[in-house]
């Protein structure tokens, strides 16, 4: 069987992680034309492409080698570890990348008197993860039964046919309008990059050190802003003291005004109103705060 030469990367067709995946391979450099039946998408430019699956298939596609690596939920990718057995289908998370953050969470109906995990012996738990689920209970020592259901998880206990429910939380109103409220986090979830623990020693291999490299480009800069003022030699130090966190700040002299500084600061993170009128009070001027659009270390 001859070797793919073209890297594949499997993300999900419809959902809430495929249009913020597709803007970060966009960011990335790479764009793609879609076939036809819309399942399969073309790179222009770099030997990548897509598949465009359920994100439940992705872990397994990861795993058959039909594809190097995917964009998925880790809630997704962990519970088919636990499913599958993780020597039979060792899959590592290459990065965490941001978006579609949720929590796998234990939530009890309003009524029931919830202290610790051991009150949910003999409880019936519905739920779509049972292996995660599963290790928590086992973890906890607790003896309680995973009603594994397919979707509507949170309507279960209403329906009597669980007394507890296991499920993604995000910001809680499903909770909230179904009379359950939350009581343990099991995991915190994002999208992640995965793939094998072991990378293709071939062309797709150099092609995913490139793409790490420029995830990590995007990723760093996503938040990032670059913090430009002027101030003088004398309020040098306590204007940089202020400073949000980043590399040092590179300095420029200011052509004609041997007191004067040019600074240029990368930002990790927002720079508010506050902050700058901090700076501006210990003798920065002309300040302006600009997005980052890429970064290449």
Same mark, same amino acid.
């Given at each position: 069987m001859k070797t793919r030469d073209r890297l594949r990367i499997a993300m999900q067709k419809s959902g809430r992680l495929t249009e913020p995946a597709l803007e970060l391979l966009n960011r990335c450099g790479l764009t793609f034309r879609q076939s036809r039946d819309k399942l399969f998408c073309f790179g222009d430019g770099e030997p990548v492409d897509l598949l465009l699956v359920r994100d439940d298939d992705i872990p397994g596609l990861i795993a058959q080698g039909v594809c190097e690596l995917g964009i998925v939920g880790r809630n997704v990718m962990n519970e088919f570890q636990l499913a599958a057995g993780r020597d039979s289908a060792p899959l590592r998370e290459w990065r965490p990348l941001g978006f579609g953050r949720c929590r796998l969470s234990i939530a009890v109906p309003q009524e029931f008197d919830y202290r610790r995990p051991q009150d949910l +012996?003999?409880?019936?738990?519905?739920?779509?993860?049972?292996?995660?689920?599963? &290790?928590?209970?086992?973890?906890?020592?607790?003896? +309680?039964? +995973?009603?594994?259901?397919?979707?509507?998880? @949170?309507?279960?206990?209403?329906?009597?046919?669980?007394?507890?429910?296991?499920?993604? %939380?995000?910001?809680?109103?499903?909770? %909230?309008?179904?009379?359950?409220?939350?009581? @343990? %986090?099991?995991? &915190?979830? @994002?999208?992640?990059?995965?793939?094998?623990? +072991?990378?293709?020693?071939? @062309?797709?291999?150099?092609m995913i050190d490139l793409l790490l490299k420029r995830l990590d480009g995007v990723i760093q800069v996503r938040e990032s802003r670059?913090?430009?003022?002027?101030?003088s030699r004398a309020t040098l130090e306590a204007v940089t003291r202020l400073l949000p966190g980043g590399p040092q700040p590179t300095l420029l002299p200011v052509l004609g005004q041997p007191d004067q500084l040019m600074l240029q600061a990368l930002c990790a993170g927002e720079v508010s109103w506050r902050q700058l009128e901090e700076i501006k009070k210990a003798g920065a001027r002309e300040m302006f705060v600009l997005p980052v659009e890429k970064m290449l270390a």
């Open positions: +012996a003999g409880q019936r738990i519905a739920t779509s993860y049972p292996g995660l689920l599963g &290790e928590w209970l086992r973890t906890h020592g607790v003896d +309680a039964t +995973a009603v594994t259901l397919s979707g509507s998880v @949170e309507i279960a206990p209403k329906l009597g046919t669980a007394d507890a429910i296991c499920d993604l %939380v995000q910001s809680g109103g499903t909770l %909230v309008a179904n009379q359950l409220r939350e009581t @343990e %986090v099991l995991l &915190e979830s @994002e999208a992640v990059l995965a793939g094998p623990v +072991a990378l293709p020693a071939d @062309e797709r291999g150099d670059l913090l430009l003022l002027q101030t």
